[in-house]
């Protein structure tokens, strides 16, 4: 059964439905406008454990777990897991779903792994390779400034570009039946090179991805920017924001009045410091459970298109002087609800 | 349509098919004992670029376009891209694939991630969700020496429990309808961790992940080990054999008469003092291409499992003192001639 729409997207002709899900979030996190809506609010950074990266794959588990208590089912249940993160052999992915034993394949598409991993897990559920899948997604600020920038104990300053990485995970578990939102199609993001290099200032690099794959993505499914109520990047921050615009506008696009950013969401920039705003694969994740999937539920918001943004840097590519790649992955997102 | 087979499994109730393969290999894999069967051989370590990343990136390009270029297509034609390797934050796939502009979504399974492209390239070919998928992977010998042990310019010695990493990468295209070679079935493997922390013994690491999803394999598929002509792990060596047998002799199952190890082939041990044998994504891939696929499509073989096996560590992970956990995933692959 042909399920392709246009060049780079797949439309279900039986949407897959969201049955339940979860988000844990660290400390900054719980004292930020998104915090109330949160599962789990950890104030240790550490999470009990002895380091960073143990402590992400904590969150990894405690957000898997709550999405699969909230669905009722046991660990069990739950057919095959994709789950990515910002470390190095996705290793806060790893050491977190080795404890739940479900049927796993990592995934990496750097901050936009959300988007990976449901799209991939929609596929999976769609084409009846399992009935109950989960799609999983973690970042923390420590591990993630340690991997890509200066460990913490050397105080470095932070330019108003850069961002501050979310501590947390997010977990969604996908199935045929059941759930108030679904997932009508996805559109599978190129990776994009504009030959950005500054490591502080991600947005400038994410940019031109999120408007290739949100031009495309408008094109496939043949839909105007208007016919979505919230069209929603993941962390490009104030300053990506305004380049997303500018690209977009070249084009004969606007998506101005309908656009949302997950980091500029998910702190108050003001109050807390984050400069231009959140990122990391627990940004998208953890604004999707706790403000993009309530609106959809509640029929405030009735399609969403969300596209997770990632720069696909690392140390050794970035000590070599070389470009940030980046690519972006579209999933729109619709309430089950008849309209009113 | 379910397609679900017992625990951990899919079986295609319409089997995808390979439609073309392409291995590239360097230097040392060209004088081993399947040179002659690679597509390409690249002497420079450095094909001609100016770091190690960016040479693993153009193996991966190189192996991608042959096996474009063998089905008579055009990377237009592509319409997705699952690619891994071993780096950090996948720069090899990243920085490769980007100079295709194919769709693409990144996978980590460390050396398991050949398993890990075919598995989900064969859904989302199955489930009508692309019509032409590509699923490849590379490693490279001195970028994985610098990101998990130590620079080459240090000279370290190896003990025989090591294992060399193949430079390299397969390129593999699924669809539908044609190819002498086709997907039956997965397994999707879980995490396993016996608490080995020796990155030196990578074997012993991976064996109980192999002999793990080997064993719901065969449950799943209600196969006897007999039935498949061979049944081929990924890069256990020498070492990871001998607890393979161990392991699944303890279950009740032998396939010492049909096991064969992809990273025992690849090398001769002794002539090219590679000790325990082969590793890395490009293992499982280059043997797949130049030995797996050809003795099926000449008949020799009929009916293959083609288990690749990944040890999920990371420097971070194995500085902090932490065990080695791992993950297996199992291809069915099998012949589509008709039975002389």
């Known amino acids: 059964m042909n399920q392709m729409a246009g060049k780079q997207s797949v439309l279900f002709q039986n949407p897959v439905k969201i049955l339940s899900h979860a988000c ?12 109330k809506k ?5 104030e240790d950074p550490m999470f009990g454990q002895e380091n960073w990266e143990e402590s992400e794959s904590q969150f990894v588990k405690a ?18 897991a994709y789950c990515g993160d910002l470390l190095g052999q996705l290793i806060a992915s790893s050491f977190g779903i080795k404890q739940l ?6 995934v990496y598409g750097a901050c936009s792994s ?20 989960l799609a999983a997604c973690s970042s923390h600020f420590a591990s993630a400034e340690k991997e890509f920038r200066f460990p913490l104990g050397y105080g470095s300053q932070r330019p108003y570009s850069a961002t501050w990485t979310v501590t947390g995970a997010g977990a969604f578990l996908l199935n045929q039946d059941k ?17 950005v290099q500054d490591p502080f200032n991600m947005g400038a690099c994410m940019a031109p991805a999120a408007a290739d794959t949100i031009y495309q993505s408008l094109e496939d499914f043949q839909k105007k920017p208007e016919e979505f109520d919230r069209i929603i990047t993941g962390d490009l921050g104030a300053v990506g924001q305004r380049l997303l615009f500018t690209l977009l506008g070249d084009n004969g696009i606007d998506i101005t009045k309908n656009h949302m950013d997950c980091g500029m969401k998910i702190y108050d920039s003001e109050e807390q ?9 627990a940004c998208s994740a953890l604004v999707l459970s706790s403000l993009i999937l309530p609106k959809l539920t509640s029929g405030e918001w009735t ?26 992955h579209a999933v729109w997102l619709e309430t089950t609800k008849p309209k009113k």
């Open 24 to 35: 844990a979030g660290g400390k900054k996190e719980g004292e930020g406008p998104l915090g």
């Open 38 to 42: 949160m599962d789990l609010i950890v």
């Open 63 to 80: 957000a898997s777990e709550i999405a699969i208590r909230k669905a009722k089912k046991k660990k069990e249940d739950v057919r095959i």
């Open 101 to 106: 034993q479900i049927p796993f394949y990592g």
């Open 114 to 133: 959300m988007g990976v991993t449901l799209s991939i897990g929609a596929m999976t559920v769609n084409g009846g390779f399992a009935d109950l899948a």
């Open 179 to 195: 759930g108030a939102v679904e997932i009508k199609g996805i559109t599978t993001g190129k990776i994009k090179d504009y030959g």
């Open 273 to 281: 410091d984050t400069h231009a705003g959140g990122s990391g694969c």
């Open 303 to 328: 399609r969403v298109l969300f596209v997770p943004t990632g720069a696909l840097l690392s140390q050794v590519s970035s000590n070599e002087g070389r470009t940030i790649p980046s690519i972006a």
